[in-house]
Each structure stands twice: as structure tokens, then as C-alpha cells.
């Protein structure tokens, strides 16, 4: 996905953003199922602009990503505030193996659980990119639910951040996929 603002498109900041992402799915074993993805981008503002808008630039942490690290708690943050302030490249890889442990009578899905590897960073600044990595294990379970799938995942952060505490992270989704 490519994405080019400002310039001829008269945006009052000018940057472009380049992001894209893979996955895969290998079914082994009756009930297991290997899945992988792969996600990426990098964004840089060009002309005048000083730097890329805050709201345009990549966040990682939480259940999106690394799990076992608060929502957007990975990457680069305020030295004053400690806040996270995004970057402007982004990497994150998921290994997770999911286990079907309850099927309906046509043999779909209702309970899944699963064991998750998550591993990525953001950076601040393109030049950064890949220098350090960030990562985040742990457990889940998926529910076919009338209103759709949710997702709950407990992860522990396999790596530390400055300045907090390696503790269990609690994260709930309502997922598009099961």
C-alpha cells in the first residue's frame, strides 16, 4: 500500500508512505495450523515539512502487534513525558501455532487456542531501521461468537522496555479472522 500526500494533492503536509504485509497458513497435524505474518512500512515527509504529522507516523505494542506490551508502548517516546511518539519505520513478525479445540457439527471452528512468538520495533527515523528488536510470547484463545470472533491473549514481554516493569499484558480483540 502506497500512500503520497501533499504536493500537487494540496495537503498543507507533505510525505509519503510505503507499508504492506504477508501471511501464511500451514495446516499440519488434524487439528493445528502454523500461521505467519509478516507486516512492514516506512513514511517520510519531503519538501518543507519538518517532520512526518504524529498521526501518520507507526505505533507498535498491544494486541495489533507485540503482544505483551501495552497498546503503543514499543518504539520511540518523548524524553520529557515518556509518551510514545511513533516513527517512521516499522517491522513486526508473528509465529503462532493454533489449535482447534472445539468444532460445530459441519466441522467449523467454535474454540481455538494458540501459542504466539511476536517480535518487531518502530523506529524513529528510517536510517534506524532493524537495529533493535522488541518481543513478546505467550497464550490465547479464539471464539466463534454470534457477533463474530474474539480474540483473548495473555503475553509476557520477552524483552524490556527503559523504565518499566516485565509483567503479564491482558489483551481482548474482536478479530476479523478465525
Request: proline share 6%; no cysteine; net charge neutral.
Amino acid at each position: 500500500q502506497e500512500l503520497v500526500a501533499g504536493g500537487m494533492l494540496a495537503g498543507d503536509k507533505e510525505f509519503w508512505r510505503l507499508q504492506g504485509g504477508t501471511s501464511h497458513y500451514l495446516p499440519h497435524a488434524d487439528r493445528f495450523v502454523l500461521e505467519s505474518r509478516l507486516r512492514g512500512g516506512i513514511v517520510s515527509e519531503y519538501s518543507d515539512t519538518p517532520e512526518v504529522p504524529i498521526f501518520e507516523r507507526f505505533f507498535a505494542g498491544g494486541s495489533n502487534s507485540i503482544r505483551g506490551f501495552k497498546e503503543r508502548r514499543v518504539g520511540p517516546r518523548d524524553p520529557r513525558t515518556n509518551d510514545p511518539i511513533g516513527g517512521e519505520a516499522l517491522l513486526l513478525a508473528t509465529l503462532e501455532e493454533v489449535l482447534t479445540v472445539v468444532e460445530d457439527e459441519r466441522g467449523r471452528p467454535i474454540l481455538k487456542a494458540s501459542l504466539f512468538f511476536d517480535v518487531g520495533n518502530v523506529w524513529r527515523e528510517i536510517e534506524d531501521f532493524a537495529t533493535s528488536f522488541k518481543s513478546g510470547a505467550g497464550i490465547g484463545t479464539r471464539v466463534n461468537t454470534p457477533i463474530g470472533p474474539v480474540r483473548f491473549d495473555l503475553g509476557v514481554p520477552v524483552s524490556g522496555l527503559a523504565g518499566e516493569k516485565r509483567k503479564m499484558q491482558f489483551h481482548f480483540n474482536v478479530s476479523r479472522s478465525f
